[in-house]
């Protein structure tokens, strides 16, 4: 997504985007909940990546997001 993000011109998107591969990699899994809620924040109601980036790019990233997201929320109950 950052690349489509860098090849469309988007320059916020990419700079917002910029950041989210390398904390994606790097975090630990207590800090991964934080970096899914700024990337998910992408995807706003009122201002959405979604109206400069297609579909068959954003959608997929979205899917993994929110898979990560429940399956961190899943980690932190049975803990």
């Known amino acids: 997504m950052l690349e489509a993000a860098r090849e469309a011109g988007a320059k916020r998107w990419s700079d917002f985007l910029a950041i989210v591969p390398d904390q994606l990699r790097d975090a630990r899994v207590g800090e991964l909940r ?4 700024r990337a998910r924040a992408a995807y706003g109601p009122k201002d959405s990546i979604r109206e400069s980036l297609p579909a068959d790019v954003t959608e997929p990233f979205l899917d993994a997001l929110d898979r990560l997201r429940k399956t961190l929320a899943r980690e932190i109950s049975e803990r």
Do not use: G, R
């Not at 934080?34 to 809620?37: I, K, N």
């Open 34 to 37: 934080a970096v899914t809620l």
